[in-house]
């Protein structure tokens, strides 16, 4: 249904904003049609005719957008390439080639159907999870809107179907589904709100403003004859800018940023607008801010192909020595066998020719020795990792309760990825915090109101008074600091040091969204009581009237409800409200608000005319309005950063200064973010004057008319006098606070990346406990504006290197090693520090820094922030997290991308690897599964690498035996059968099943997921180790065999053992050890290994029984081999035993000296478990669990330290008063 012409909204808000949206009446240079000239502005849109734009020379591209791999053309060739960039995999290639030659020792089809299983069980996961990125693909391109369909008429379409040049109406809470030009909207003068929070991370609501020439365009009907043609820029990633002119009705209109509405923004309070599509899919600047989805590797992974690179050239080296000797043996000794017929000779075997017969037997021991190399690794890793992330997507503790979502491993490539993670670059809005502020404490004429306290504060009186009353609860169990966190404290620091003897709680009132506050001094009128009630008053009427917030009231319960620029305002007017100041209406002149004085009493509802708004930006950091009462008293009421206002009271007006800054010290202590408020009486002369002044600086003529209205506004906002301070909890996401404490605990270091401005993310830093009270900010910033040299760009350049410079200087002198350093950055100084001189020394510093915060950066940004700074420069892992589509550049770029499935779109899930519904679940993510994914692989493939290399070897041995003869000592089936059944199902059970530590342990001891950033389990260290394990069996199992078989009477008759007995017994051998092997290798059994273990053992001698009992013709000589020969042979079950002790006595002892003298930290956990120490010894495990985390200055428990120190020197002072009062 069509909206109808403008019903409620006829303020005219370019009337009130000062410089967000309003221009000079006459016209400036600046409107003037920009002379589009030159590459980058051949743009042309020919608005409400899109079959134009189907035609060359135009043809844009539609609006169907896709962040997939593959398509069905590209598929086969890319995944294919994709298969074969592994190493093993050309390898393998290579020899089922060889295969369909005469040189190999084994039939063609053994060869090549392993190889075709492998690289087509991989195709088939990859094509599995690029089907699930389609699926998301087309759940965006499915979403409808409006669209001008002819004569007037406006039908819905998918987004999908959008082409450039239609007319679209988008409706209150939607999203854009292109880069659109505002032409209207519901409000008279074309004003609508946009929030950006998917594209920058801003929370504040964008003012944009269509121009004046295309307002009569309010209704479906004004567009049935409407055309025009606009030119402008090329498709371009730069969000904040916009160059286009506008012809319309044979004149022309400057364009600029204000009136482009960019997809995947959403419109906010305002009911509908009309805009025409200027880009359009991925030209449009969010997805020119994307980047092709990367194919991931982890680094195991990529180290896997040294190894096999190691190999190979072992297995090189092998078959070099095993051609020279049969060349040798060719030449020398066959002609002297006569037996094997030398007159008879092929190019296999020709005494004339050893060099090339010892060539030909190059190849046939490349492909005997391929064992070396395991096909069946990939195969299983691949079998093992879909496992993983099936648990992954199972795990309950992972699961938002609210909203139904679970994690989901969107790729199993990256599993063992998550326990070597590095460092964490978050995205902030959305991400840490849910976008919702609460009024939780305030102070009026010096006087703190507010018994909610912080969980900081809660958390430092429960630690001190644990050591007060000698029960030490070491701090580092953080959990049981945010247990029974909903005790209230008084914020006061004599109702701290009270707090320490005894918990002072009392139940809570239902709170209201938006307001936490408890006081009974302040609520339900009470505030008339108090001594300074003028002053509350004043403090009440700002927070009630300082704001641009439009109020509607709820036709069914006639409660009024908010439409704010940001979440700020709307809990000033919330708590406005519950202290009996309720705003109600607001007209083009006035604001109203209704005052209750008591709880027994009628409100009264008041008028205020509004003479000017001077609104926020980030630039002024503060917003004031200027009002004429009742009794046409002029007044101008301002609220701000502290800095600020402080810096603009009058003498009178500082009576309260000393205790608000105390307050707002305690407050900021407290992690919660505050501004000042302050108010003036101006005189009718003075406000006259300054006003003719204010109008005369609005019709400037020039770029210069900003900076005008900044000076006069300046003027005017001096004198104040100091009401107060409010204090607001920005309400983070459940278990933020808690989720990066655990993180940090584990040595992982964050970095936020925001599109906020520095103030915002400043205080967000402070809520989620990366900054705190008294760390030490490094504040990087250029300020083109006051750069007076002709070339701004270098001299910005150097004053960021500069800053860099000093900021070095800073941190090397510092002496106290209980300081921490906090870098903050904004996005143009970033610009200059990721430059290629710079970005090495900006790193280091950043390195040296507990905390990273980077604001106003732009999506392109982040992408480079990880890159080129972090991956690139320190060479780790590197995790990025976001919930927008402003964060899919990073989350691609990373090492690992993690996707929040919030509310705001599905942009960033679809570019991830991982995703999860909340950022509190990457603690588990990270700490319990990336410590047992990166574990159970690396355990995983060194074992592989040693199993083969004891089975291969042996082959090795026996042909050097046998004169390089190429003759192999097993039978077919019994290769066949090694990797495939007899150790295929144990490996796997250890790379799905295997815990060192359970998960609660997992989280109580984070330091243990250092393990894998240190990559203690698949360094070169523990890799040769395992090979010379590997050596060290072949050899026992092979020569000891042999030893024992080689001319002892094997049988009952005195029959001694022909090559099929000893290679039979030597298989059977090797099955044993490493399946024993296994065993000691894990630490954690279900019934699961203990099938797949003694279950593949079994397995081996009922293949012999069943095999020995089919025909010669099949089994040949093994024909009934167990059953006749080897069962009744005490020789051969005291050979099997004695081997596979021999081989697994050596690493029994080895890890029995290493668990007895050089432990490992999950060793002694495992032995405390064990013992049931942590049970029985409290004490001891509490120890235990104070040392299992990292030094850390970001987090919960560095906060609470730090509070610790605070209190015990406030203690320690007022001891040390006491004692001196005592003496004297």
């Avoid at 990336?930 to 692989?937: D, L, N, P, T, V």
Wanted: proline content about 3%; charged content about 20%; aromatic content about 10%.
């Amino acid at each position: 249904m069509a909206p109808g012409r403008r019903r409620h909204e006829r303020l005219r808000w370019s009337k009130l904003y000062t410089f967000s949206c309003l221009r000079p009446t006459v016209v400036t240079d600046d409107e003037q049609p920009h002379p589009l000239q030159g590459p980058g502005y051949s743009r042309l849109v020919h608005c409400n005719q899109p079959g134009l734009h189907q035609k060359k020379p135009l043809n844009y591209c539609t609006n169907h957008i896709s962040t997939t791999k593959y398509n069905i053309i590209t598929f086969l060739p890319k995944a294919i390439f994709e298969q074969f960039r592994r190493v093993a995999n050309l390898y393998f290639l290579l020899t089922a080639s060889l295969s369909l030659t005469p040189v190999t020792p084994f039939s063609a089809v053994s060869m090549i159907a392993p190889l075709a299983f492998v690289v087509g069980l991989s195709m088939a996961k990859e094509a599995m999870e690029d089907w699930n990125r389609f699926m998301q693909d087309m759940k965006v391109n499915s979403r409808k809107v409006s669209v001008h369909s002819g004569e007037g008429r406006f039908g819905y379409k998918h987004w999908q179907e959008i082409r450039v040049g239609d007319v679209v109406r988008v409706e209150k809470d939607q999203f854009f589904p292109a880069d659109l030009l505002l032409l209207s909207s519901s409000y008279d003068d074309g004003i609508c709100y946009v929030e950006t929070m998917n594209l920058d991370g801003e929370t504040n609501l964008k003012v944009k403003r269509s121009l004046e020439v295309t307002l009569p365009l309010d209704g479906d009907a004004s567009f049935r004859h409407f055309t025009s043609t606009i030119r402008c820029e090329d498709p371009n990633p730069n969000l904040y800018t916009f160059v286009g002119n506008f012809e319309y009705e044979k004149k022309v209109y400057a364009l600029d940023p204000g009136q482009i509405l960019l997809r995947d923004s959403k419109l906010r309070n305002t009911t509908y607008v009309y805009g025409v599509a200027i880009f359009t899919g991925h030209d449009s600047k969010v997805m020119q801010n994307s980047t092709e989805s990367p194919s991931k590797r982890s680094r195991i992974e990529k180290k896997m192909d040294n190894i096999i690179y190691v190999l190979f050239t072992f297995l090189i080296l092998i078959s070099l020595i095993s051609s020279i000797g049969y060349g040798v043996i060719t030449k020398f000794g066959m002609p002297q066998s006569w037996y094997l017929q030398p007159s008879e000779t092929s190019y296999v075997y020709d005494a004339s020719k050893p060099v090339l017969s010892g060539f030909y037997h190059l190849l046939t021991a490349l492909i005997l020795y391929g064992y070396l190399i395991p096909i069946s690794l990939y195969v299983s890793i691949e079998v093992v990792k879909v496992l993983q992330a099936t648990f992954i997507n199972q795990d309950i503790h992972m699961r938002d309760e609210e909203t139904g979502y679970s994690a989901q491993a969107r790729t199993s490539n990256l599993n063992e990825e998550l326990g070597q993670v590095d460092t964490i670059l978050s995205d902030k809005t959305g991400t840490l915090t849910c976008n919702q502020m609460d009024f939780l404490r305030c102070s009026i004429a010096g006087v703190p109101y507010g018994v909610v306290s912080s969980e900081v504060e809660i958390a430092a009186v429960k630690q001190i008074a644990s050591e007060v009353s000698g029960t030490i609860e070491q701090h580092s169990s953080t959990q049981d600091f945010w247990e029974d966190s909903g005790d209230g404290f008084g914020s006061s620091e004599c109702e701290l040091e009270v707090g320490i003897a005894r918990m002072v709680g009392k139940p809570q009132r239902p709170t209201t969204k938006g307001f936490s506050f408890e006081d009974d001094r302040l609520i339900h009128g009470n505030w008339a009581k108090e001594p300074n009630a003028g002053t509350i008053l004043v403090f009440l009427r700002v927070l009630a009237l300082c704001h641009t917030a439009i109020a509607e009231a709820n036709e069914k319960t006639g409660a009024f409800t908010y439409e704010a620029e940001s979440p700020d305002e709307a809990a000033f007017l919330v708590a406005a409200r519950e202290f009996g100041f309720e705003f109600c209406k607001r007209t083009q002149s006035s604001v109203f608000i209704r005052e209750r004085y008591s709880a027994s009493e009628d409100p009264v509802e008041r008028e205020f005319k509004v003479l000017n708004i001077l609104e926020f930006n980030s630039k002024r950091k503060r917003m004031s309005v200027i009002l004429r009462d009742e009794t046409g008293q002029i007044i101008l009421l301002c609220k701000g950063a502290d800095s600020i206002i402080l810096d603009r009271l009058s003498k009178n007006g500082r009576i309260y200064e000393i205790e608000t800054i105390k307050h707002l010290n305690e407050y900021g202590e407290a992690g919660l973010r505050t501004l000042a408020l302050a108010y003036r009486v101006l005189d009718e002369s003075e406000y006259s004057a300054w006003n003719t002044e204010f109008l005369k600086a609005k019709t400037t003529i020039g770029h210069h008319r900003e900076a005008e209205l900044e000076r006069v506004s300046d003027t005017i906002e001096r004198d104040l006098i100091l009401v107060g301070a409010t204090a607001v909890e920005d309400k983070l996401q459940k278990g933020v606070p808690q989720c990066i404490d655990k993180l940090a605990q584990a040595g992982l270091k964050i970095w936020v990346l925001t599109g906020d401005k520095m103030e915002t993310a400043i205080n967000i830093g402070f809520s989620c406990s990366l900054l705190r009270q008294g760390m030490k900010q490094i504040c990087l910033s250029v300020d083109s504006s006051n750069i007076l040299s002709l070339n701004k760009e270098k001299a910005a350049k150097e004053s960021t290197l500069m800053q860099i410079i000093d900021a070095h200087e800073m941190v090397k002198l510092e002496k106290d090693p209980n300081a921490a350093f906090a870098l903050i950055i904004d996005g143009k100084t970033l610009t200059y520090a990721l430059e290629d001189d710079l970005k090495n020394q900006f790193l280091s510093l950043a390195v040296n820094c507990a905390s990273v915060i980077c604001c106003r950066v732009s999506p392109k940004q982040k992408a480079l922030v990880v890159t080129r700074l972090v991956k690139e420069g320190t060479g780790k892992t590197t995790l990025a997290i976001g919930d927008g589509a402003n964060d899919v550049g990073m989350i691609q770029e990373a090492d690992i991308g993690v996707g929040i499935s919030g509310v705001e779109g599905m942009q960033a899930v679809m570019a991830s690897d991982f995703s999860i519904s909340q950022f509190r679940f990457l603690e588990r993510l990270l700490v319990v599964h990336g410590h047992w994914c990166y574990k159970r692989i690396a355990q995983m493939i060194c074992y592989f690498f040693y199993k083969n290399i004891a089975f291969g070897l042996t082959i090795f041995y026996f042909e050097a035996y046998t004169g390089f003869s190429g003759q192999s000592v097993y039978a077919d089936w019994y290769m066949l059968l090694f990797n495939v059944i007899l150790t295929s199902l144990p490996v796997i059970s250890l790379g799905v099943f295997e815990q060192d530590v359970s998960s609660e342990v997992c989280l109580q001891f984070p330091a243990l997921y250092q393990q894998g950033p240190r990559n203690l389990f698949f360094d070169w260290y523990r890799i040769f180790g395992w090979m010379g394990n590997g050596l060290y069996s072949s050899i026992v199992i092979y020569f000891l065999s042999i030893q024992i078989f080689y001319s002892q009477a094997f049988r009952a008759n005195g029959q001694t053992a022909d090559m099929a007995a000893v290679g039979t017994s030597m298989f059977t051998c090797i099955v044993w050890t490493v399946n024993l092997q296994i065993v000691l290798t894990m630490s954690h059994f279900t019934w699961i290994q203990h099938l797949f273990v003694w279950g593949s053992i079994a397995t081996w001698y009922l293949f012999l029984i069943a095999y020995g009992m089919c025909s010669p013709v099949i089994s040949g000589n093994a024909y009934r081999i167990l059953s006749e020969a080897l069962g009744p042979a005490p020789m051969y079950w005291a050979a099997t035993l004695l081997v596979t002790l021999s081989c697994n006595i050596p690493y029994l002892v080895y890890i029995a000296f290493q668990r007895a003298l050089n432990p490992l930290d999950h060793h002694v956990i495992q032995e405390i478990k064990y013992y049931r120490k942590d049970v029985e010894d409290q004490h001891m495990w509490k120890r235990e669990r104070s040392k299992a985390r990292q030094r850390t200055k970001i987090g919960f428990t560095a906060r609470v330290d730090a509070k610790i120190r605070q209190l015990k020197r406030k203690l320690q002072k007022k001891v040390s008063s006491l004692s001196i009062q005592t003496q004297s």
